[in-house]
């Protein structure tokens, strides 16, 4: 078992990682694709703006990322903190 | 061949598939019945989760739902996706440090409570036969429409083959069948959007030809688009029309519902390890983005392939020759989805956004994906494949969420609440018994579907998002929150849900007691389930705050599921 005050250093990098993964993750499905939608009507892609490519594409694609940079870097996290299994 | 002929050969052979597959995947204890014995690849697992979560409505209906509502629709594109990245981040992995077998088991477990675990258990089976009766209905649905065979014989046979692979192989056998399902329905959906992309803008990647260009005028295929659906009086493709807060809430709804519906969760209880869990949800989506970055090219341009077929050319003036129309509109109105109705009689099909002179009388939307094949000239066997590829996505579907329910009745309740004491060979029985009687009732209630079929779905996706979506967040991230807090936190999130969907379509759904017309801000029903869950999250705090502190044990468990070490030890039992 790994002692407390490395397990708390792992958890507390753990919730910053997903804090700022949550707010990537916010900032392209609400964000681009609904909210600041108006502010970027400007940028045209094909034939639609670039926060219709957000709601309809490009929000599914930034998920994907921001699920494999998670687990890559958790794994990392893992080994440093020595609590891999 | 006749079509009819080939649509039987090809999902005959598809359904022989997966019994073959059930008879090599027969599971022999507990941990194999309800985990597949937590050896199952991650990938392979993201596969077997994409088809378990991809369900009848993915395959059939939201390109439909897409041509017809344009950009505001992007809502379900959105929310059935981003769902997976709450599911990866904050659920996943800890629920597999855990190491049991159910959703309850864990709420139970870590609330201390077996009201708590009922309470859950309630939820799960509410969310998950809500669910299961509109994948059974799909299953009849195209049996009935390709297969000439009845509705109700057709939906015996889908619960025939269910049953033989769930209660034989459990979650073994419904994972490695859900992988040849997965195959079968993303091949079926991809291949006829990749010769109607080449077709219309020359670009064989669907997601690339979304925004190519229109061969036939030059001009960008939304904007083509967008230009000839105004010109017919519809809005605009893709311009926002509705509420942005009520559009925000309804995409968080789904999102934080597809994050707590247990059919989800408990998939990534059969990976091996922590690290597993992770990868496995990031190979869930790519397998669900094929089909989800696919599915608004098809929508769209199915649209424009539907508005050129009435008006050759895109010329508004010169509509169709009512004599002239193609065969598969003639075959689809033989079915009663589209009707086409020559009011003016000059023998043209006149097709606009006003009701008085509209000729299309009735277009369902599910026609979109289920004639594509047939609008581009794709041969017969294209056309027998999307058939199979519809059934596969509904019975993968509705495997996955029989397992949940019969997992919560002989885990959750017959071992966790009844008999404690039940041996691993008869919990294996009762296990069985309960998938056999689960499939019984979802069939019986696919026959006589209740008239709320469609609404349900909105239901589930509360329920998971206002009720068991929180309480495992708040079990994992908070250790501050104890038995009260989470039992006060499920109801309030649930009967706040409940009350608000009622409201507005009745008391469970019975037509004529809806007391509400004007939804409060402009929120839909089905976007409530967001609101939900924030009043759960406020409620478990403040009981939770205002009783008993957690106990040292439970402080411990939340400490040991935070950290990937030692679950090894828990794949053993």
């Known amino acids: 078992m790994a002692d407390k005050s490395s397990s708390n250093a792992y958890w507390k990098a753990n919730v910053r990682l997903i804090q700022v993964c949550l707010v ?8 681009f694709g609904i909210i600041l939608r108006p502010m970027l009507m400007g940028i045209k892609v094909g034939g639609a703006d670039l926060g219709f490519w957000f709601a309809q594409q490009g929000s ?26 | ?93 800890y629920l597999r440090k855990f190491g049991k077998y159910t959703v309850p088991e864990f709420v139970g477990d870590r609330f201390y409570s077996k009201a708590a675990r009922i309470v859950a258990v309630v939820c799960l089976l509410a969310a998950s036969i809500t669910y299961v009766i509109g994948q059974m209905k799909g299953v009849g649905v195209a049996f009935s429409g390709f297969l000439n065979i009845s509705y109700s014989t057709g939906l015996w046979i889908g619960a025939g083959i269910v049953a033989v692979y769930a209660v034989l192989g459990g979650m073994k056998g419904i994972t490695y069948t859900q ?6 329905l993303i091949f079926a959906y991809t291949i006829p959007a990749i010769f109607i992309s080449l077709q219309l803008t020359g670009n064989f990647l669907p997601q ?11 001009q960008p295929l939304l904007a083509k688009l967008d230009e000839v659906v105004t010109q017919l009086g519809f ?46 949800a990031g190979w869930a989506l790519v397998f669900i983005a094929i089909l989800y970055t696919t599915a608004p090219a098809v929508g769209a341009m199915a649209r424009l392939n539907f508005i050129t077929t009435v008006y050759p050319g895109g010329d508004i003036t010169q509509p169709l020759e009512m004599e002239a129309r193609p065969n598969w509109m003639k075959n689809w109105e033989a079915t009663g989805l589209l009707t086409i109705e020559d009011k003016n009689g000059d023998g043209k099909i006149d097709f606009t956004a006003d009701e008085a002179t509209n000729e299309v009388t009735k277009l369902d939307r599910d026609i979109m994906v289920l004639a594509n094949p047939e609008i581009a000239g794709l041969p017969g066997w294209v056309i027998a494949l999307v058939v199979a590829g519809g059934l596969a996505a509904a019975l993968s579907t509705a495997a996955g969420l029989l397992m949940a329910i019969s997992s919560a009745v002989s885990h959750d309740l017959i071992k966790g609440v009844f008999n404690p004491n039940i041996s691993e060979k008869s919990e294996l029985m009762a296990a069985r018994i309960s998938m056999l009687v689960a499939i019984v009732i979802a069939t019986l209630l696919g026959l006589n579907p209740p008239g709320f079929a469609a609404q349900v779905v909105a239901l589930a996706f509360g329920i998971a998002a206002a009720s068991l979506f929180p309480v495992i967040l708040l079990g994992i991230f908070s250790k501050r929150i104890n038995k009260q807090g989470a039992i006060a936190g499920m109801l309030a999130g649930l009967l706040s849900t409940l009350l608000y969907i009622f409201a507005y379509k009745g008391w469970f759904f019975i037509p004529g007691t809806a007391f509400a017309t004007t939804p409060i801000l402009g929120i839909a029903p089905e976007a409530f389930g967001a609101v939900g869950a924030i009043i759960n999250f406020i409620v478990a705090f403040v009981v939770s705050n205002a009783t008993e502190e957690t106990p040292e044990e439970i402080q411990e468990l939340v400490e040991s599921i935070r950290v990937p070490k030692g679950a090894g030890a828990a794949t053993g039992h």
Do not use: K
């Open chain 1, 24 to 31: 990537i993750w916010a900032l392209v499905s609400f964000g």
């Open chain 1, 60 to 85: 599914i694609f930034v998920f994907l990322v921001l699920i494999f940079v998670y687990a890559w870097r958790m794994n990392q996290l893992d080994r440093e903190h020595g609590v891999e299994e």
């Open chain 2, 1 to 93: 061949m006749e079509q009819y002929t080939l649509n039987i050969i090809v999902v005959g052979l598809s359904f022989a598939l997966y019994i073959g597959i059930a008879i090599w995947a027969r599971a022999g204890s507990t941990s194999e019945f309800y985990a597949a014995g937590r050896g199952v690849h991650p990938v392979v697992n993201g596969m077997a989760t994409a088809a378990d979560w991809m369900s009848a409505a993915s395959f059939i209906s939201m390109a439909g739902l897409l041509a017809f509502g344009g950009y505001q629709t992007s809502l379900f594109l959105m929310g059935w996706t981003g769902g997976y990245v709450l599911l990866a981040l904050l659920l996943a992995p």
């Open chain 2, 179 to 184: 992988v040849a399902q997965y195959c079968v």
């Open chain 2, 208 to 218: 690339i030809g979304l925004f190519g260009t229109h061969l036939e005028s030059g």
């Open chain 2, 235 to 280: 809005t605009q493709y893709t311009a926002h029309t509705t509420s942005t807060l009520n559009m925000v809430l309804y995409t968080a709804s789904l999102m934080i519902g597809t994050a707590g519906l247990p059919h989800v969760i408990v998939r990534f209880f059969t990976v091996p390890r922590v690290a597993d869990a992770r990868w496995s």
